[in-house]
Nanobody
Framework: QVQLVESGGGSVQAGGSLNLSCVVSGYTYSSLCVGWARQAPGQAREEFANINTSGGGTYYADSVKGRFTVSQDNAKNTVYLQMNSLKPEDTGVYFC?????????????????WGQGTQVTVSS
């Protein structure tokens, strides 16, 4: 099973930035898609971004495109989520996710392994 540990959540005012980190262990790092998902109070989970750890290709949902950036440090088995221009509607628990892959592209959703989550709160 893939282990995922997130860090970097917190509170910020609208328009601000946060950077989340996800340390990945328990599986061959280069054979994974690693993503980010979030859940706002009373709403369904949204899988909104991911990166293919082998090829580096990324995916972003329209809700975060142009504001959020996924990157990785292969030497540290760590994936990052840089969040800029944050809005109050970005508030929620943010999860690092992963799915095993043998191809160079990642699905947009349906990741099988999830971290424990970290809270992000954006105030207006």
């Amino acid at each position: 099973q893939v282990q995922l540990v997130e860090s970097g959540g917190g509170s910020v005012q609208a328009g601000g930035s946060l950077n989340l980190s996800c340390v990945v262990s328990g599986y061959t790092y280069s054979s994974l898609c690693v993503g980010w998902a979030r859940q706002a109070p009373g709403q369904a989970r949204e899988e909104f971004a991911n990166i293919n750890t082998s090829g580096g290709g990324t995916y972003y949902a329209d809700s975060v495109k142009g504001r959020f950036t996924v990157s990785q440090d292969n030497a540290k088995n760590t994936v990052y989520l840089q969040m800029n221009s944050l809005k109050p509607e970005d508030t929620g628990v943010y999860f690092c996710t992963a799915v095993r892959t043998v191809v160079s592209t990642c699905p947009s959703a349906g990741f099988t392994d999830w971290g424990q989550g970290t809270q992000v709160t954006v105030s207006s």
